[in-house]
């Protein structure tokens, strides 16, 4: 049974940062893409950080230089380190995992943006920003 559990987030006033950290279970049989989806109300999902099973990150324009994705294999854990956070930050969060072939060049992004049962989710998590 894969299982994802993420902590962390919270509401912070804009500038600020916030972490958030995913543990998995049961992604043993092969290499993985991970990645950090999110999504607001009454928009789309989506993919703002990916991280491929070398270590190699990709991010969404809007977080680039703000948001950092890294990943422990020996531990099963993903982290997302967010900085300068903006009004337009806030949604919920969810950590992703698909095929790794998925990684390069983002298709991961825009595959599990319309076809979520392409990966496994998290249960997802809220960042709040305030002014």
């Known amino acids: 049974l894969v299982r994802l559990l993420e902590s962390g987030g919270g509401s912070v006033q804009a500038g600020g940062p916030l972490r958030f950290s995913c543990t998995h279970f049961?992604?043993?049989?092969?290499?993985?893409?991970m990645a950090w989806f999110r999504q607001a109300p009454g928009e789309e999902r989506e993919g703002c950080a990916a991280?491929?099973?070398?270590?190699?990150?990709i991010y969404e324009y809007a977080v680039k230089g703000r948001f950092t994705i890294s990943r422990d294999i020996n531990k099963n854990t993903l982290d997302l380190q967010m900085n300068d956070l903006k009004l337009e930050d806030t949604a919920m969060y969810y950590c992703?995992?698909?095929?790794?072939?998925?990684?390069?060049?983002?298709?991961?992004?825009?595959?599990?943006?319309?076809?979520?049962?392409?990966?496994?989710w998290g249960q997802g998590a809220q960042v709040t920003v305030s002014s």
């Open positions: 049961g992604l043993t049989d092969r290499p993985y893409c």
């Open positions: 992703a995992a698909a095929a790794n072939d998925l990684c390069p060049g983002g298709m991961i992004f825009r595959l599990l943006r319309d076809e979520a049962k392409l990966g496994y």
């Open positions: 991280i491929d099973n070398d270590g190699n990150p």
